[in-house]
C-alpha cells in the first residue's frame, strides 16, 4: 500500500496477516474499525499498546481493553474533566490494541472544564493521603469479592440444600449471576484504577512544567529525581527476595537455595532439615500476596505469575544469594538517591525568588505525594486483581469442559465476553430441562475456526501507529506513560531507514554506560542476563526487579518518564533509555552499545569497543553549575 509521508496507513488500508481473514467478527463490534467509522477513524491518531498486550489477544482478553479504556474516559472527561484532554479511545486492529488521544481545543470548552477540574482535582489534592487510604481499602474489597466468587459443576440433581432451605431457585442460576459479577467487578476495578492515575500525573506534570518554564536548561532527569528515593509497594516482591536470599545466608542453605535442580528437588533438599523448614515455611508465608504478580502486566489469560511459576521468584532469590555469600551489597541505594536528590532540590531552589521558592515548595510536595500511586497502583489492580480475575476465568473454562461443551478449558479465551455470556445461558437452560447443549457443535467448530486466526495474528508484529499524526503530542497520558513524543512519531514515520547506528528514545534514568546488549523477550530469559550486560526489552514489568540488580543498563522499545523502568532505572541509579520503538528489532545479543541515559541515545559501537560504566550520580547530578 502507499501512503503519504507524512501520515501511517489508515486502518482500512492495512489487510490482515495471511491466515488472518476473518478476524474482525472475534471481537465486540464496537472495538473493530469499521465502515461506519471510518470518517473519525482516518482523522485521528491511533498507536499500538503494545506495552499492555504485546501480542494479538484472544476473543476473551480484549475485555481489558473496554474496561481500561472505559476507565480513563471516564474520569477525563466526565469525572475530573482534564482541561484539554479527554480520554484514550480504542480499536482492536489485527489483533492488537490501539488507542487514541482525545484532546479539547475550543477555548471556552477549555474554561469551562478547567473551573470544573479546579474543584474536583482540587479536592482529592487537598484530602490525598485520607482518600488513598480510602481506595486501598475499596480495591482490598474489590479483591475480596472477586475471591469469593465461585464456578460450582453443574450435578445430575440440585443438592438437597436447595429443597432442605426451602431457596425456591436452583443453584444453577449462580452460573450466569457469578459470571456477571466476575465481569463487573473487574470493569468496577478499572474505575477505581483511574480515580488516582490522571491525578497523579497531574500532580507530576505541574511539577514538571514549573520547572521547565523556571529553569529552561533543565533535564527532564534531574525533574524525575527530586521525588525519587521513595520507597513504594511495587518494591515489595523483589525486597521479600532480598530478605529470602539473606535468610538462606543466615542458615547455610546458600548452597541449598542456587543448586540445580527442580522445584521439587529444591523442597526436598529444603524439608530435609530444621533450617531448610524453616526456610521454607518464611517463603511459603511470603507467596500470599507478594508473589501474586505477573511476568508481564496482567492482561491476557495465559501470563503466568511467581506462584503460578515458583522457578521465577526462586531464581532471582538464588541470584541475590549468591551475591550476599559473595560479600556484595544488594540493598538498593535509597540513602544515595534521597542524598543526591536534595542536593539538587536545594541547587535549583537557590535560583528562585521567595515567592517562587514557595510555588516550588508546594508543587514539589504535592508530586511527592501522588508520586507513589503512580507505580503502587500495579500491584493492586494488574496483579493481585488481575490474578484472582483470571484465576476465576479458568475456574469457569472448567466447568464448561466438565460440561461437555468444550474440548478443553483454553478453548474458552476464543469466544468474547459476550459470546461467552450466550453460552453460560445455553448450558444452564439445556441442563435444567435434561437435553445437551443446543450450541456446542457450532461454538466448537467457530472455536476450531478461530485457533488459526488467533495464531496468525500473533505470529505478525504491530505496526507502531495507524493514521494522521498530530504536529505535536501533547496529551500527558501518551507521553508520561507510554513515550508517544512528537519525536518518538517522525522517527516512526522514518522506520524504513534500518541502517543508522544510532537509535533515538526518551532519556529515562542519567548516566552513560558502555557494554554488550543482552536482548530478552520475556522475564522467563531473565536468568541469561549476566553482570555487566545491559538489558533490552520491549518493555519491562514490576516482577522484573531482580534484573536491575544484574543490568547496568537498561534499553526498552515502549515507555515514556513515567513508565516502570525509567521509575525503577532512577531509583536504582542505573542509565536508561526508554521508548527507543525498535531496540529489540534492530539490536542483537552480544552487540556492544553506549547508551546515555541523559541524551536518551543509543550508539551501535564497534565489537572492539572497550566497555567503560561512568556512575549515574557522578556523571550529572543535572545541577547548575555554581555561580
Known amino acids: 500500500m502507499s501512503t503519504d509521508s507524512n501520515r501511517f496507513p489508515f486502518f482500512h488500508e492495512a489487510k490482515a496477516p495471511e491466515g488472518a481473514e476473518g478476524w474482525e467478527s472475534m471481537y465486540p463490534y464496537y472495538l473493530v474499525p469499521s465502515q461506519e467509522t471510518q470518517a473519525h477513524e482516518d482523522a485521528q491518531f491511533w498507536f499500538a499498546d503494545t506495552m499492555h498486550w504485546s501480542r494479538g489477544c484472544h476473543p476473551f482478553d480484549s475485555i481489558g481493553a473496554e474496561a481500561v479504556y472505559l476507565g480513563v474516559g471516564t474520569f477525563s472527561t466526565r469525572i475530573f474533566a482534564l482541561p484539554v484532554s479527554l480520554g484514550l479511545d480504542v480499536r482492536v486492529k489485527n489483533g492488537y490494541v490501539y488507542i487514541s488521544p482525545l484532546g479539547v481545543t475550543d477555548p471556552e470548552r477549555i474554561q469551562e472544564r478547567a473551573a470544573v477540574f479546579q474543584k474536583r482535582a482540587g479536592y482529592y489534592y487537598a484530602n490525598w493521603d485520607e482518600l488513598y487510604a480510602k481506595w486501598k481499602t475499596k480495591m482490598e474489597g474489590a479483591i475480596a469479592s472477586l475471591q469469593s466468587i465461585s464456578f460450582g459443576k453443574l450435578a445430575e440433581y440440585d443438592p438437597d440444600h436447595v429443597v432442605d432451605e426451602a431457596r425456591g431457585r436452583s443453584d444453577a442460576m449462580a452460573l450466569t449471576e457469578n459470571y456477571h459479577r466476575l465481569i463487573d467487578e473487574f470493569f468496577a476495578i478499572w474505575q477505581y484504577h483511574f480515580e488516582f492515575l490522571n491525578l497523579g500525573y497531574g500532580g507530576y506534570i505541574t511539577f514538571f512544567q514549573f520547572c521547565k518554564q523556571a529553569f529552561p536548561l533543565i533535564t527532564d532527569q534531574s525533574i524525575s529525581r527530586m521525588v525519587a528515593g521513595v520507597d513504594v509497594l511495587a518494591f515489595r516482591p523483589d525486597d521479600e527476595c532480598r530478605r529470602l536470599a539473606q535468610l538462606a545466608n543466615d542458615l547455610d542453605l546458600v548452597e541449598t537455595v542456587t543448586a540445580e535442580g527442580t522445584k521439587a528437588d529444591l523442597r526436598s533438599a529444603l524439608e530435609a532439615t530444621e533450617n531448610g523448614r524453616t526456610w521454607l515455611a518464611s517463603f511459603d508465608e511470603t507467596r500470599d500476596p507478594w508473589f501474586n504478580y505477573f511476568s508481564e502486566y496482567g492482561f491476557t489469560h495465559d501470563q503466568e505469575t511467581w506462584n503460578s511459576n515458583p522457578a521465577i521468584p526462586l531464581g532471582n532469590i538464588a541470584s541475590y544469594a549468591r551475591k550476599i555469600a559473595a560479600g556484595e551489597d544488594i540493598s538498593r541505594p535509597i540513602e544515595r538517591l534521597q542524598a543526591e ?273 561512568t556512575d549515574a550520580g557522578a556523571q550529572d547530578l543535572g545541577v547548575p553549575a555554581a555561580g
Request: proline share 5%.
Open 341 to 613: 536528590r536534595d542536593e539538587i532540590v536545594d541547587e535549583y531552589r537557590a535560583l528562585l525568588t521567595a515567592d517562587e521558592a514557595k510555588q516550588f515548595d508546594e508543587l514539589l510536595g504535592l508530586a511527592r505525594t501522588v508520586f507513589p500511586y503512580i507505580e503502587e497502583h500495579n500491584i493492586y489492580v494488574e496483579h493481585w486483581s488481575h490474578n484472582v480475575f483470571w484465576q476465576k476465568c479458568h475456574e469457569l473454562a472448567d466447568v464448561l469442559v466438565d460440561a461437555g461443551f468444550l474440548a478443553e478449558a483454553d478453548d474458552m479465551f476464543y469466544l468474547n465476553r459476550f459470546e461467552l455470556d450466550t453460552v453460560l445461558s445455553d448450558v444452564v437452560q439445556s441442563w435444567a430441562i435434561g437435553v445437551p447443549a443446543r450450541g456446542k457443535d457450532r461454538w466448537q467448530a467457530e472455536i476450531e475456526r478461530r485457533k488459526p486466526i488467533v495464531a496468525a495474528l500473533q505470529t505478525a508484529s504491530a505496526p507502531p501507529a495507524y493514521g494522521v499524526p498530530p504536529q505535536e503530542v501533547t496529551d500527558p497520558f501518551a507521553v508520561m506513560n507510554y513515550g508517544v513524543t512528537t519525536e518518538r512519531v517522525n522517527d516512526w514515520l522514518g522506520a524504513s531507514d534500518g541502517e543508522s547506528k544510532t537509535l533515538n528514545g526518551i532519556p529515562g534514568s542519567l548516566g552513560i554506560v558502555e557494554g554488550p546488549v543482552r536482548v530478552l523477550r520475556s522475564e522467563k530469559d531473565l536468568p541469561d542476563l549476566q553482570p555487566g550486560e545491559i538489558l533490552v526489552a520491549p518493555i519491562t514489568a514490576p516482577s522484573w526487579a531482580a534484573a536491575f540488580a544484574v543490568a547496568t543498563g537498561v534499553i526498552t522499545d515502549i515507555g515514556g518518564m513515567m513508565c516502570h523502568a525509567a521509575i525503577v532505572c532512577r531509583e536504582y541509579g542505573i542509565p536508561a533509555v526508554v521508548g527507543t520503538g525498535f531496540a529489540t528489532a534492530r539490536l542483537t545479543t552480544g552487540q556492544r552499545v553506549r547508551i546515555d541515559g541523559k541524551a536518551g541515545t543509543v550508539v551501535v559501537l564497534d565489537d572492539d569497543g572497550a566497555g567503560t560504566t
